[in-house]
Nanobody, 123 residues
């Protein structure tokens, strides 16, 4: 019943910026947090950032802290990931997910996932 669609990915030079968005549609019940994960070639999917339903709490992986910012606009049913100072190591398919809870850092806490958007950072 819930659909998540990521957009905003693309090719960017190292040091550049991208803003990803995730539009959530469909009827949902109660409140949920949102998260961003990424998966690089040959690697397992890893946690990137998460945000509480109210937007008052945000969480980041150490690898992106200080460079990435997660935000949400509940009126638009959209969550964003602003990515600055991008590095080649950030190259991955980025997924947004709905769920949350105290295990925001784990994919098991999320029940709906988007199709992913490719982010490629060149050196």
């Amino acid at each position: 019943q819930v659909e998540l669609v990521e957009s905003g990915g693309g090719l960017v030079q190292a040091g550049g910026s991208l803003r990803l968005s995730c539009a959530v549609s469909g009827r949902t019940f109660t409140t949920y947090g949102m998260g961003w994960f990424r998966q690089a070639p040959g690697k397992e999917r890893e946690f990137v950032a998460a945000i509480s339903w109210s937007g008052s709490n945000t969480y980041y992986a150490d690898s992106v802290k200080g460079r990435f910012t997660i935000s949400r606009d509940n009126a638009k049913n959209t969550v964003y990931l602003q990515m600055n100072s991008l590095k080649p190591e950030d190259t991955a398919v980025y997924y947004c997910a709905r769920g949350g809870g105290i295990k925001y850092y784990s994919e098991v806490a999320y029940d709906y996932w988007g199709q992913g958007t490719q982010v490629t950072v060149s050196s």
